[in-house]
């Protein structure tokens, strides 16, 4: 378009405007405005709360590099060696490994399933914030056995009746509480509550945590293997060169 053509456009807005009446004019440069600030505002929105996202699953799901299984199998195998050879590579600050067993909590009349996952406190401290997101008690001791911790959304509120609360909870667990876990193979055990987190990650919130040492009297064996690694890079370093 020339610039006769805008120039006619300009004069042509201007009369409208100059016909109309204030408040149409009011309302037309508030319309424009708020165009403008969603085009300006909105992306950066956006952007943030991806970033946000991407910074929730880093954290707490998958660490900047994670380690599966091989195709057709179901758990890394011969897991000792291979944490070490994770470990030695370059840029790599810590590999931390994790198994997930089904289970059903109960504590006074309240039972819920959740997803019982084993880890190494040490290692996971390297690796993930939730040491750093204890809300009551604290985290987990290497050597731990018999205790947990516990998401806030798990643990639940006691001033809430079960039927009003937006998900099913033990209703009110308190740090030094004992709940029964009773897993898919049929192991039952007493566990002290140790402490209680919240990320602000739900996947992560709904995740009842014990030590690998307990898993293993779970399994009634010395753990070689896991579901998966998550593996974290030294500052500085991009996953891709790991």
Known sequence: MGKKELGVAFLLALRSLQRGSRSSVVLTVIIIAM???NMVFLPGLFNGIGEGIITQIVDYEVGNVLVGAKTGEQYVTDLDATLDLINSMPGVQRATPH???GATLKYRQRVLGVSVKAIKPGDEKFVSPLYS???AGSYLGEDD?????IGRPVAGDATIKAEDEFQPSLGGVRVGDSITIEYG???IKDYRVKGIYYTGWSSNDNNVFITWSDMEQVEGKPLDFAEYITVKAKPGYDEKFI
Not at 145 to 149: D, F, K, P, Q, S
């Open 35 to 37: 165009c403008f600030t």
């Open 99 to 101: 198994l997930s067993k």
């Open 133 to 135: 997101k204890m809300v």
């Open 145 to 149: 056995t018999g205790e947990v911790i």
């Open 185 to 187: 193979n049929g192991y």
